[in-house]
């Protein structure tokens, strides 16, 4: 009988709940009665709905986060219409700050603050013996990781074939960053790694191969992470098609570790690094400390001598960074090479103490999730669309891996690489109309008709790079994307290690 149900909307089906998960291993003597249940954002609140009633809990415990707080909002409203007496409770960081702003939330009957795998198991227990507390706000409270059950034993074989493993050996961050809601939490914790190791080897027995690492600092404390990295090396003799992902300091590689990492073959190690802005004043106005110096000479390593598939951050709209300036980042991270230079719009988030600072450099953002910025005191709101639509054809063009030989020339020399790509980007945008939804041939068609003019280049050379790439990325297809489809190409699995291959590609 299902008492409890735990429940979320993942971004995607393949991506599994680690919070969810976090609560199951730790409801102790209710773990039996408790059920987990994920939804993602192609399903409706209504559907939603009939799910979670079809178990009759009696009470249900919401992860709201900044994809699905819309539609969590919806699906309390239909439940407490539906069944009043169930019992609601509300978790994640969507719900652990700012909470007066948001009166949907009044309609659920508890929130948990922060960690909660020992105030929401605690609150179970009283509301099932009757003696629920007075007060709907819980916590913050910080759990002790050394005596936590860790998760990972709740993965089901099914997740662990078909979706996105996601794994923590450490929680909090040092750092102070004005838009990261980890700013909040400066202490930073590890799990005991003993037990944590023996949990990574019962998921890779079962047959895991993925693991992505959610630390926010994998390799703050080298020991730690060096610990980690010597555990899953030894594993590539019996599973070379291992792979791991983790978030790395990006100024931060002591030998020690550059020699571990330069140890892992190529494919196996995914690292994101959170370099944000390459402007140091800027870096100073959002409290990010970091040696720029050091950080583009361990990117140059890694592109040098690593097989680590590297994938760099990019934050459009920080505080004080114009259009030039950001354009200016970008060219030097485009000269270090990097896998993906993945440019993402600034979010308010809820809590971190960006918010303290908004009227200062003008900021208006979206009053609507994912809070993004419409624009600030150095970008006004067409810049900003601008750059939104750079971004999204970076996407398709850049960090997709299907370009390797059309990019370096749209690219190139003379002018700014920034200032090429956001002159082909606009000249795209008028001619499909749209930045979404364009298939490769059609996107291939629009590089032929825009490129030669926009960016003076020899039409002949695009031609034939586009040819180039295009026969890569169909090799089912005869003829060229200038043809008529005529043989649908076989789809390759989603995901950062197919990427990989194409970023790899000759």
């Known amino acids: 009988m299902v008492t409890i149900l735990l429940t979320t909307l993942n971004a995607r089906y393949h991506h599994a709940s680690l919070g969810l998960r976090c609560l199951l291993a730790n409801m102790a003597e209710l773990r039996e009665q408790t059920a987990l249940l994920e939804f993602d954002l192609e ?7 009939e799910g979670i009633l079809a178990h009759r809990p009696r009470i249900l415990g919401l992860g709201v986060y900044i994809w699905n707080v819309a539609l969590i909002a919806s699906l309390v409203r239909l439940l407490k219409r539906l069944q009043p007496e169930l019992r609601i409770i509300l978790g994640g960081p969507e719900a652990s700050h700012e909470i007066e702003c948001q009166p949907w939330m009044n309609q659920a009957d508890y929130i948990v603050r922060g960690e909660g795998e020992t105030l929401f198991p605690a609150l179970c227990r009283a509301i099932l013996h009757d003696t629920p507390p007075a007060e709907r706000l819980l916590g913050p409270q910080e759990a002790n990781l050394a005596t936590l059950a860790l998760p990972y034993d709740e993965y089901s074989d099914a997740d662990l074939a078909h979706r996105h493993v996601y794994v923590e050996s450490s929680r909090g961050c040092p750092f102070t960053c004005a838009f990261c809601l980890s700013a909040l939490d400066r202490k930073v914790r590890s799990f005991p790694l003993p037990a944590f190791l023996q949990a990574m080897a019962r998921l890779m027995d079962r047959g895991a191969r993925q693991f992505r690492f959610v630390d926010r600092t994998f390799n703050l404390s080298l020991e730690h992470s060096l610990a980690i990295l010597d555990f899953f090396r030894r594993q590539l003799a ?9 978030e790395m300091i990006p100024d931060h590689f002591p030998a020690r570790l550059r020699e571990t990492v330069e140890a892992f073959p190529p494919g196996t190690l995914q690292f994101e690094v959170g370099l944000q802005s390459f402007d140091a004043t800027v870096q100073e106005r959002i409290a990010r ?11 140059l390593w890694l592109r040098r001598k690593t097989g ?14 114009d259009a030039t300036g950001f354009a200016a980042g970008f060219d030097r991270l485009w000269r270090l090479a990097p896998h993906e230079i993945q440019l993402g719009l600034l979010k308010r988030l ?23 910025l419409l624009a600030n005191d150095r970008l006004d709101f067409a810049t900003v669309q601008g750059l939104k639509r750079l971004a999204r054809f970076w996407d398709l063009l850049g960090n997709s891996g299907r370009f390797p030989t059309t990019l370096p020339l749209l690219l190139a020399p003379p002018g700014s ?3 090429r790509f956001r ?23 629009l590089i032929q008709q825009q490129a030669p003019e926009v960016l003076g280049l020899d039409p002949e050379r695009v031609r034939e790079s586009l040819t180039r790439d295009y026969l890569r990325n169909q090799p089912k297809e005869k003829g060229t994307f200038l043809d008529p ?5 076989v789809g390759t699995a989603a995901g950062p290690p197919a990427r990989q291959k194409r970023h790899g590609a000759p």
């Open 417 to 419: 690489p920034f200032e």
């Open 43 to 49: 399903q409706t609140p209504r559907d939603m709905a």
């Open 423 to 445: 002159m082909l980007t606009e000249a795209l945008h008028r001619a499909a109309g749209t930045s979404h939804g364009i298939a490769l041939r059609r996107l291939c068609q």
């Open 485 to 489: 489809p005529t043989e649908r190409a």
């Open 289 to 299: 400390k970091q040696d720029l110096a050091a950080t583009e000479a361990n990117l």
């Open 350 to 372: 809820r809590g971190t103490p960006l918010t303290a600072s908004e009227t200062a450099f003008g900021m208006v953002f979206n009053p609507d999730p994912p809070y993004d």
């Open 238 to 246: 019996d599973h070379p098609d291992l792979f791991l992902h983790f």
């Open 308 to 321: 680590v598939h590297l994938h760099v951050d990019l934050i459009i709209g920080l505080p004080g960074e």
